[in-house]
């Protein structure tokens, strides 16, 4: 069974930096969209970012992170990564890393997605 499994989520002050990591089991990311995808408590999924199968192309994000998040991909390592720079409270969520044969954008339910990972909780407080 394909798996996703993400790391390094935590608490962080305002302001601070996190970085996310996504490995991939049992199947090759490089055949893939990759996307971010976070869910807050009480609410649907909100989409972050998408990078291409070969990364050639800029990755795509939310303007709610745009210039803050950087998406990255390793498809020799079969991981995808999340830099997140001047975190703000409103970026507390739960994290996952999805892959999609398509760029779906905005989803309703991680299940639009064809793989997708248990989630990692970011939480940004003071």
């Known amino acids: 069974q394909p798996q996703l499994v993400e790391s390094g989520g935590g608490l962080v002050q305002p302001g601070g930096s996190l970085r996310l990591s996504c490995a991939a089991s049992?199947?090759?990311?490089?055949?893939?969209?990759m996307n971010w995808v976070r869910q807050a408590p009480g609410e649907g999924p909100e989409w972050v970012s998408t990078i291409s199968p070969g990364g050639s192309d800029s990755p795509q994000y939310a303007d709610s992170v745009k210039g803050r998040f950087t998406t990255s991909r390793d498809n020799a390592k079969n991981t995808l990564a999340l830099q997140m720079n001047s975190l703000r409270p409103e970026d507390s969520a739960v994290y996952y890393c999805t892959a999609s044969a398509v760029p779906l954008g905005r989803v309703t339910s991680l299940n639009e997605y064809t793989y997708w990972g248990q989630g990692t909780q970011v939480t940004v407080s003071s």
């Open positions: 049992r199947f090759r990311i490089g055949f893939w969209y």
